[in-house]
């Protein structure tokens, strides 16, 4: 008798996640103590459970303003090396908790330097807090390892700075590199030398593409920089037909992204946020899903869009009756896709993950 899917046993699944925004996903609580530490003022309320529904209605509020400011309080109580070794050391025990077994959470180290650290100290720190968390994991018997993605913001012109940042420190856990940050304006292209650096140094980045704009922003991360995954890439349905009666036409940049296997790190409920869809069932994920497309399910931002592994998988599960078997898939998935090693991917999917499925499925 195969368990029942419930949130409950989707928590004790072994779950992957390859899209986690660091500055996106502290405990409202921590917020306010690392505030007060930091004195800073600005929050709007220091009650716990105040904050935590703030958070998620000022990203709900379809303002973005709103949901900038938001950035705003999280990256102010993250300026000094004690705040992020503790925001990522948590960060790890709230993923390995839910029955996240490898992740990979990315953040943009020149937004921690309004005091004046330096990048090396802010990647070292969280490092660090990566370690200690993964410690504490263990201690509490949960298996779980993450990589480290550092992000430029497409905004600034720093992203060569970081590209090497991140090749600097690969072999103590930084896996790969992304940018982030306004899609319309500021076209992937414009970071070319970054990505150029990255490939000559065999180093792996995704791009944020394809979540607010469409297709030549995809286009342009795929053919032009050399993207190997593509952060959200929702509007890759643009380029998908279908037909009254059913049938299906890709387009040839969808079937390009289909063919070689492109990995896509979906996160349905901050695009709901967003207006990227606008419910889970209505979310492009169920067609490209159903397409075959390598898709993988993500939080984005766990504390603005309330929201964990388990039950951004629940709510997919609601809106589309997925099985033991999808989830798999899509855990399977983004273990192919992420940037550890061959090796290291393999041992997760064979060790891990399709044990656990087993269990639940047996
Ligand atoms: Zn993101």
């Known amino acids: 008798m195969s368990s029942p899917v419930t949130l409950e046993n989707i928590r004790r699944a072994p779950k992957v996640l390859l899209h986690d925004h660091l500055d996106g996903g502290l405990r409202p609580a921590t917020v306010i103590e690392l505030a007060d530490a930091a004195g800073y003022r600005d929050l709007p309320t220091t009650d716990v459970d105040r904050l935590g529904a703030w958070f998620r209605d000022a990203a709900d509020s379809g303002s973005l303003e709103r949901y900038l400011e ?38 943009a180290p020149e937004l921690f330097q309004e005091r004046g650290m330096a990048l090396e100290q802010i990647v070292e720190a969280v490092q660090e807090g990566f370690r200690l968390g993964e410690r504490r994991a263990a201690e509490a018997g949960r298996r779980i390892r993450i990589g ?63 979540e607010a704009f469409g297709l030549p922003s995809i286009w342009e991360a795929i053919q032009h920089c050399g993207a190997e995954r593509l952060g959200h890439g929702v509007r890759i349905v643009d380029d998908i037909k279908v037909a009254e009666d059913g049938t299906v036409n890709l387009g040839r940049l969808a079937s390009y992204v289909r063919d070689r296997r492109i990995p896509l790190e979906m996160c349905p409920s901050s695009n709901l946020q967003t207006g990227a869809a606008s419910s889970v069932a209505e979310h492009p994920i169920g067609l490209l899903a159903r397409l075959r497309f390598r898709v993988t399910v993500n939080t984005d931002n766990r504390l603005m869009s309330h ?14 009756g997925y099985g033991w078997a999808d989830l798999q898939w899509f855990t399977v998935n983004a273990m ?24 639940l499925m047996a």
């Open 70 to 107: 938001t950035f705003a309080h999280t990256c102010a109580v993250m300026q000094d090396e004690a705040a992020l070794v503790r925001v990522a050391a948590e960060a790890v025990e709230d993923l390995a908790a839910d029955g996240v077994v490898y992740a990979e959470v990315r953040y």
């Open 307 to 320: 929201c964990s592994m388990a039950t951004e998988m629940a709510a997919l599960v609601d809106a589309f």
């Open 148 to 210: 480290t993605l550092l992000c430029a913001m497409r905004q600034n012109a720093r992203s060569l700075e970081i590209a090497e940042l991140a090749v600097r420190y690969r072999d103590v856990g930084v896996v790969g590199f992304d940018i982030a940050g306004p899609e319309a304006g500021y076209p992937p292209t414009r970071n070319l030398d970054a990505f150029e650096y990255l490939r000559q140094q065999n180093a792996h980045f995704t791009i944020h593409a394809g």
């Open 336 to 359: 192919k896709s992420a940037f550890i090693g061959f090796d290291d991917r393999l041992a997760l999917i064979n060790e891990q993950i399709k044990p656990g499925y087993a269990a």
